[in-house]
């Protein structure tokens, strides 16, 4: 029953997006040229630090740091995700139109709430507080 309304939502929020049929050229062009530079790091078992990764140079990183990353630049949200086959979370960027951007993907593609486990959209106070701890302790050493 909880999965038939969890899948109600995501459609009705699929459907509340105002979607273009094709990905903005922005957020092609700012794809490619993240994955031109962005090398996938994952984090050691336990840790899960999140960055904004520089703007230039060969970058490292895992799947917060690309949807961090990518926001910075044009905006959208950010959803925690989980797709079966993976079983472990999962970060994705949406833009307001439909459009969304991830490690497992070259290109922008558009979001299908049912191709996941669940999809949590993060409230940007949360991000914002998520990266100052990061940086808090980072400034330590």
Same mark, same amino acid.
Request: glycine share 4%; hydrophobic share 40%; net charge negative.
């Given at each position: 029953? %909880?999965?038939?309304?969890?899948? @109600? *939502?995501?459609?009705?929020? !699929?459907?509340?997006?105002? @979607?273009?049929?094709?990905?903005?050229? !922005?957020?092609?062009?700012?794809?490619?040229?993240?994955?031109?530079?962005?090398?996938?790091?994952?984090? @050691?078992?336990?840790?899960?630090?999140?960055?904004? %990764?520089?703007?230039?140079?060969?970058?490292? /990183?895992?799947?917060?740091?690309?949807?961090?990353?990518?926001?910075?630049?044009?905006? /959208? !949200?950010?959803?925690?995700?989980?797709?079966?086959?993976?079983?472990?979370?999962? @970060?994705?960027?949406?833009?307001?139109?439909?459009?969304?951007?991830?490690?497992?993907?070259?290109?922008?593609?558009?979001?299908?709430?049912?191709?996941?486990?669940? %999809?949590?959209?993060?409230?940007?106070? *949360?991000?914002?507080?998520?990266?100052?701890?990061?940086?808090?302790? !980072?400034?330590?050493?």
């Amino acid at each position: 029953m %909880l999965r038939i309304i969890f899948i @109600a *939502y995501c459609l009705l929020l !699929s459907i509340s997006i105002n @979607a273009a049929d094709s990905a903005p050229s !922005s957020l092609h062009q700012t794809v490619y040229q993240l994955n031109e530079r962005f090398i996938y790091t994952p984090e @050691a078992k336990g840790e899960d630090n999140w960055q904004v %990764l520089s703007e230039d140079g060969i970058v490292h /990183g895992d799947c917060e740091d690309f949807a961090l990353t990518i926001q910075k630049q044009l905006g /959208g !949200s950010i959803f925690q995700t989980r797709i079966s086959e993976m079983k472990e979370n999962h @970060a994705i960027v949406c833009l307001g139109n439909g459009w969304c951007a991830d490690t497992l993907h070259n290109s922008p593609f558009r979001l299908v709430p049912t191709d996941y486990d669940f %999809l949590i959209k993060l409230n940007p106070s *949360y991000v914002r507080s998520r990266l100052q701890e990061i940086a808090e302790v !980072s400034s330590y050493y």
